[in-house]
């Protein structure tokens, strides 16, 4: 996948998807934090 952002893109939905992917990588790694989160709280129980 990240080839994709690694060249021209050459279709809207390319251009879209780069135009989109710093909050894409920012709600990734909030999504990721979370689950970790709730993981962790998980093992306590």
């Known amino acids: ?3 994709l ?4 893109p050459k ?3 390319e251009q879209y998807f780069n ?3 710093p909050l ?3 709600d ?3 999504i990721i934090s979370t ?3 709730k993981e962790s709280l ?3 129980i």
């Open 19 to 21: 135009d989109i992917r």
């Open 24 to 26: 894409l990588n920012e």
């Open 28 to 30: 990734t790694q909030n």
């Open 5 to 8: 952002f690694n060249r021209q």
């Open 35 to 37: 689950v970790l989160e």
């Open 42 to 44: 998980l093992r306590n």
């Open 1 to 3: 996948m990240s080839s």
């Open 11 to 13: 279709t809207l939905d």
